[in-house]
């Protein structure tokens, strides 16, 4: 079975930093696209960044040139550097991936989801 477990979540002052980090576990035959999403209360959930297994990158407008994604492959763990938080940063952050596993014998791709982190930017 399948598991993405996150951790580094808490609260920091405006302006500060948190580094997320997601790690995948059990059996699978490979992790394709890895990235996290947001939702603050009352929003819908957004995407924030996300990473393909090639390294290619991609990022939310309103957190470009802050946010920073990478993975290690070899760890199958994804990260996300936050630098100059906002209190509008403020949310429960998921981590999701797309990961192959062998369903009746054919390698299949799923989406999976973290428990969710909570990241506090005080003003």
């Known amino acids: 079975q399948v598991q993405l477990v996150e951790s580094g979540g808490g609260l920091v002052q405006a302006g500060g930093s948190l580094r997320l980090s997601c790690a995948a576990s059990?059996?699978?035959?490979?992790?394709?696209?890895m990235g996290w999403y947001r939702q603050a209360p009352g929003k819908q959930r957004e995407l924030v960044a996300r990473i393909r297994s090639g390294g290619t990158t991609s990022y939310a407008e309103s957190v470009k040139g802050r946010f920073t994604i990478s993975r290690d492959n070899a760890k199958n763990t994804v990260y996300l550097q936050m630098n100059s938080l906002k209190p509008e940063d403020t949310a429960v952050y998921y981590c999701n991936a797309q990961i192959k596993t062998y369903v009746s014998g054919w390698p299949t791709p799923n989406d999976y989801w973290g428990q969710g982190t909570q990241v506090t930017v005080s003003s």
């Open positions: 059990g059996s699978f035959v490979s992790i394709n696209a």
